[in-house]
């Protein structure tokens, strides 16, 4: 299991935009060898249904963010994902309508529907921001585990905590005062946890990272990984 915690500085989203190129950019490299890929590298999958996430967090639309921005980085690492929308359509015509239901349907049961090689089932653990005198941050913690639908076989699993924080960036006291409640009115206003939570997805699905996925079959690099 890869367990991660990233903490992102305080100037600004640009440095946050920057770790998630930096993460797009290691789905370059091959994951590390001390985890076991034996399981994954049998089951070859090509496809890949993205379930809806259970939310542990406080906030009630931490699920969402974080499934909205889920399928980038696996189609990005070379696998056909099922679309969201199909995925939700497809569950409410079943009468399933909670993330409990649908992550507890039988592998064989998902695969009969939607056809696909594997799923992938996410918990969101953390969502939201925090505020303290002088600084606030925000964070985001998501878990992941990719599941073969034809075996049952758990191909590999993974987590990611994103932290994005601000505050005591110098300016005296009154500035750092006013600074922290100029976070938590960006933080509210433009609701910076949807991008944490898409950086989370990105270090924690991008392909070739430590401990990560590996290439599908339609990413170049997926032959060098065989």
């Known amino acids: ?55 542990e967090s406080v906030e009630a639309g931490a699920g969402a963010a974080v499934l909205a921005q889920a399928t980038l980085p696996l189609a990005e690492s070379g696998y056909y994902v099922v679309p969201v929308a199909v995925m939700d359509e497809t569950f409410k015509q079943n009468g399933v309508h909670t993330a409990d239901d649908a992550q507890a349907l039988p592998a064989a049961k998902l695969r009969e529907i939607f056809g696909a090689d594997a799923a992938l089932y996410l918990k969101v653990t953390q969502y939201g921001a925090s505020y303290a005198v002088l600084s606030s941050s925000v964070t985001v913690a998501v878990e992941g585990t990719l599941l073969d639908l034809r075996t049952g076989a758990k191909l590999w699993d993974g987590r990611k905590t994103i932290v994005y924080s601000s505050g005591g960036n110098g300016g005296g006291l009154i500035g750092m005062l006013v600074q922290a409640i100029v976070d938590q009115v960006v933080n509210t206003l433009s609701d910076r946890g949807f991008q944490v939570a898409g950086l989370a997805d990105q270090s924690l699905l991008g392909a070739g990272q430590p401990g990560g996925l590996l290439h599908g079959p339609r990413s170049p690099h997926y032959e060098l990984l065989k």
């Open 1 to 55: 299991m890869m367990i991660t915690t990233t903490r992102l500085p305080a100037a600004s989203l640009l440095r946050a935009a920057v770790l998630g190129l930096a993460a797009l950019l290691a789905g370059c490299a091959a994951p590390e060898n001390n985890v076991d890929y034996t399981a994954f590298r049998a089951s070859r999958p090509a496809s890949i249904l993205v379930l809806p996430p259970l939310n």
